[in-house]
């Protein structure tokens, strides 16, 4: 975590105005990034309910049930979450990561669930989100598992459409917050422009004549 002096931001307010500019609109982008996923996402009432060669094939964010697939547990893998507060709070394990094989040679989804999973207790439909990029990031996953060759989709355990809009108004508040952070900062820069030529006008109101 970084910890910045507020004793500095008052001496140096441009630095808080920079960092929260920049922090709002970083966090503006990944809000319009995030949007197309999230309409699509909310026009859904309900899972479909797809195969797996559907879940890998069919290109663009949605929230899906699968009931079919061979679970390759022995090829499960775990991600563990950086030392930090996160880890101490959460624990250790930020995914674990299971491939599915479908009928079809070559499609595999990989599901990913938050946390620690029992996997050979867990075969079972599974529902959440496929194919999403913003929302709910799959990059890096995608990366570990085309390795093979394979034609690849991760399916996000849990997640739905409520969980995306909840992420996105948290990402709101975040951003609103930060905009805020910035214009006090503005705020205490230009007064503090202001107060040496008040000092002056002051000073020379009450030179003897």
Sequence with gaps: MIHI??????????????????????????????SGEARALLAQKAPDAVSLHEAVSVPGTRWITVSDGQWQCERAITIERHPGLERWVRGPVEATEV?????????????SFENGVNCAERRSSLTGVVGSQEIFTSRAALRRWSRSGDRVAVLHVGASPFFALIMLAGLGAVAFLAAGF??????????????????IASRDSIQPR
């Excluded at 491939?99 to 595999?108: F, L």
């Excluded at 910035?182 to 000092?199: C, D, G, Q």
């Design 5 to 34: 002096d507020p004793a500095l931001l008052r001496r140096k307010p441009i630095l808080g105005v920079l960092l929260g500019g920049s922090t709002a609109v970083f966090i503006g982008y990944l809000l319009w990034t995030g």
């Design 99 to 111: 491939p599915i094989r479908g009928e079809r040679a070559g499609d595999v989804l990989v599901a």
């Design 182 to 199: 910035a214009a006090y900062y503005l705020t205490i820069m230009l007064r503090s422009r202001e107060e040496p030529a008040v000092s």
